[in-house]
């Protein structure tokens, strides 16, 4: 069992930067990927951003590469999501997600495979 928290996310003007972290119980968390996916007011929930176990491989939507980085700290069972530059289209709420079932790196963005989810952190932009 894995239980996800995520935090940092507030209120940011455009351009702002902000970091997420979400905080993992359980033991396997480092030998999970771990994902974090966005649902915008009105939108279906998609793919931001992911890692695998050992933080070596890293992919990114195309909407955020090169603003978002993600990383994982193993030791402190904590992955981050550092967002800079940040868009009002950014707004969402965020959800780091855990998974023990992703092979490829086409799998890394599927949600189906993500069997852990935390609850979420807002994330609004002004503009």
């Known amino acids: 069992q894995v239980q996800l928290v995520e935090s940092g996310g507030g209120l940011v003007q455009a351009g702002g930067s902000l970091r997420l972290s979400c905080a993992a119980s359980?033991?396997?968390?480092?030998?999970?990927?771990m994902g974090w996916f966005r649902q915008a007011p009105g939108k279906e929930r998609e793919f931001v951003a992911a890692?695998?176990?050992?933080?070596?491989?890293?992919y990114y939507a195309d909407s955020v590469k090169g603003r978002f980085t993600i990383s994982r700290d193993n030791a402190k069972n904590t992955v981050y999501l550092q967002m800079n530059s940040l868009k009002p289209e950014d707004t969402a709420v965020y959800y780091c997600?855990?998974?023990?079932?992703?092979?490829?790196?086409?799998?890394?963005?599927?949600?189906?495979?993500?069997?852990?989810w935390g609850q979420g952190t807002q994330v609004t932009v002004s503009s």
């Open positions: 997600a855990a998974t023990g079932w992703v092979t490829r790196p086409s799998d890394y963005g599927t949600q189906s495979l993500y069997d852990y």
């Open positions: 359980g033991r396997t968390f480092s030998s999970r990927a």
């Open positions: 890692i695998n176990w050992s933080g070596g491989s890293t």
